[in-house]
């Protein structure tokens, strides 16, 4: 059962306090035939953040973050998600 996978991501910081973080990941499976159709043949994510130091010690966050399933069956499914952060480091 070969499979290949791999992530890229790049930051690029806004002065001293924002950055921006943006990425792809994906797995690749070849499932033996004797599996069933509902096991997992291939998933991909793509990312983007901003991320920006308001105040000492505290951060704000956003993330839209898109991912994509596909099983053995060729049937597939979709997400999109869009989170927000506060970090507080003490």
Known sequence: MPSYG??????HAFGETA???GGYSGLF???PDYLA??????????FGAIL????PNVTLGTELM????????GADGS????TF???YAF
């Not at 791999?6 to 930051?11: D, P, V, Y």
């Not at 159709?37 to 793509?46: E, H, I, L, N």
């Not at 997400?79 to 869009?82: E, Y």
Request: charged share 25%; proline share 0%.
């Open 85 to 87: 952060s506060t970090k």
């Open 29 to 31: 499976i070849d499932n």
């Open 6 to 11: 791999g992530l890229i991501a790049w930051r």
């Open 37 to 46: 159709d509902t096991v997992t043949s291939s998933v991909q994510s793509v």
């Open 79 to 82: 997400i999109t998600r869009f």
């Open 52 to 55: 920006w130091d308001v105040a």
């Open 19 to 21: 950055r921006f973080s």
């Open 66 to 73: 898109h991912g994509l399933r596909e099983v053995e069956s």
